[in-house]
């Protein structure tokens, strides 16, 4: 058993890994597989490390691959030949027919193991066409297939396609649990906390950001815009700040704040997310921007979530953004 992994391993997934080996092992293979639950929850690490399980040719009693026979190796490394994955050819974008046709195409190749499995993430991704494609495939799977989707919003999905599956919940894990997990993470300027705060409560992000450069340059930049519209007298500067970042993970972490925001105005108390940023910082913002505003920019700020697919100009997008801080709504 490989110790590294297992301690990287979230342990609220445990239970669900070792149902999956179960299933597995009674002969009980699903063709078609759900995994819902909540963004950061775990959904893509579970099927992951099943996939990897069943790779392995060494962990006869273990939960996790070994890391180190060759099944595991070539699983690591996006090799393998019974395995598929699936996502957006750009994150945040939809998956497309085309891609459906290769996994139809890849399921119907013979194959030397029992099982050959595709994974889809995000599985609500899938347009229509992708999706009605997949359904074909779900209703008469080749002997040997197992699909394997997870999706954050299985409304999404055509209910023909979740009525197929065989569902497997994951729920937000316990915060004690979450914050051991985390803890041998934490760095000096961010702890477990704090980093579970900045990842809107979203476990395996928080973990990212303790541990990975990438996730920390984005929140670097991501806290540096934020602030900017906390303090800036001028929308200008705000809109340079903003467009240094990604708005897929600028525009929730907006909304996180206006949530503070309301919080702070109601309770008078800076909420986990306020206290990244300190009351010198978002008391006079609140003070100034009111109650009222805090939620008609908030109820905006869900149409910027909706329009982050459209194809608009970045520089007009985080203008318009970021000038609805200074733009008074109309009284109602
Ligand atoms: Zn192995």
Redesign the pocket.
Known sequence: MNGGAQAAFPPWLEGHLGQLIRLVGSGQTPSGLLVTGPKGVGKGALIRAFLQRMA????AEGLL?????N??RSFLGDTHPEILEVAPDTPGKEILVDSIRSVIEFLSLSHSGPVRSVFIEPAEAMNVNAANALLKTLEEPPGGAMILLAAAQPARLPATIRSRCRLLRVPVPQRALVRNWLTPFEQDELGADAALAACLDRPLEARALLDDEAAQAAWRSDRTALESLLHSQSPFPVVQRFLECDLTSLLPRLQRLLVSVQHYLIQGEMDAFARLFGSDLLGPFAATLGMRETAAVYQDSLQWQRELQAPLNPNLRCEDIVLRFWRRSEPA
């Open positions: 392995c040719t060494e962990a691959g070994c890391g180190r026979c099944g595991c």
